[in-house]
């Protein structure tokens, strides 16, 4: 028994620990990715730049490091959401971005709630997702976490059709409220 309760008490540490550091990166210094400090510097210095990749069968928006970035649906274009342990989980982007290679949108900032500004597109906030551990993955895409629906961020700014599921292609919103359901 207390080599169990031993094994699980180094298991919860270890979590607290990770969730620890994930919380750290997504601060102010926080890259698109949450990666690493060379990237922490490149995004204070406004070198976060955001490129256009397709992924499954979707044009999506992707950090410099090639990481999927995604909106969440409570959000609004001047609000995020998604903060304390939904932002351990969904770090998210440290605005502002440059717009590379087939991002076609308008990139912009809002505050957060802790006076760190938030990197947006066609006035979604942006985020990552801590599951997504190499380039090119989008497991985050069709989530229902963290009280409500998570969508990789599209070059067009569409978003799913009513419903759709993870996966399934997207139709293009258009008007005011970029999706927001408003």
């Given at each position: 028994?207390?080599?169990?309760?031993g094994a699980?008490?180094?298991?919860?540490?270890?979590?607290?620990?990770?969730?620890c550091?994930?919380?750290?990166?997504?601060?102010?210094?926080?890259?698109a990715?949450?990666?690493?400090?060379?990237?922490s510097?490149?995004?204070?210095?406004?070198?976060n730049?955001?490129t256009?990749?397709t992924?499954?069968?979707?044009q999506?928006?992707?950090?410099?490091?090639g990481?999927?970035?995604?909106?969440?649906?409570?959000?609004?274009?001047?609000?995020s959401?998604?903060?304390?342990?939904?932002?351990?989980y969904?770090?998210?982007?440290?605005?502002?971005?440059?717009?590379?290679?087939g991002?076609t949108?308008?990139?912009?900032?809002?505050?957060?709630s802790?006076?760190?500004?938030?990197?947006?597109?066609?006035?979604?906030?942006?985020?990552?997702?801590?599951?997504?551990?190499?380039?090119?993955?989008?497991?985050?895409?069709g989530?229902?976490?963290?009280?409500?629906?998570w969508?990789?961020?599209t070059?067009s700014?569409s978003?799913?059709?009513?419903?759709?599921?993870?996966?399934?292609?997207?139709t293009?919103?258009?008007?005011?409220?970029g999706?927001?359901?408003?």
């Amino acid at each position: 028994m207390r080599k169990i309760w031993g094994a699980a008490g180094l298991a919860a540490f270890a979590l607290t620990v990770s969730a620890c550091a994930s919380s750290a990166s997504s601060t102010a210094n926080t890259p698109a990715a949450g990666g690493n400090s060379s990237s922490s510097a490149s995004a204070a210095a406004g070198g976060n730049t955001v490129t256009a990749k397709t992924i499954g069968s979707q044009q999506v928006l992707v950090d410099s490091q090639g990481m999927t970035l995604y909106w969440f649906v409570p959000d609004t274009s001047s609000k995020s959401n998604c903060s304390g342990q939904c932002a351990t989980y969904w770090p998210p982007v440290t605005g502002p971005l440059t717009a590379g290679s087939g991002v076609t949108g308008t990139l912009g900032t809002i505050t957060r709630s802790d006076g760190t500004k938030q990197a947006t597109y066609l006035g979604h906030p942006l985020y990552t997702y801590i599951g997504d551990k190499s380039p090119g993955q989008a497991t985050g895409n069709g989530k229902n976490l963290s009280g409500g629906l998570w969508w990789e961020m599209t070059v067009s700014g569409s978003t799913p059709a009513a419903n759709a599921g993870a996966g399934s292609t997207a139709t293009s919103t258009s008007g005011a409220g970029g999706g927001y359901g408003y």
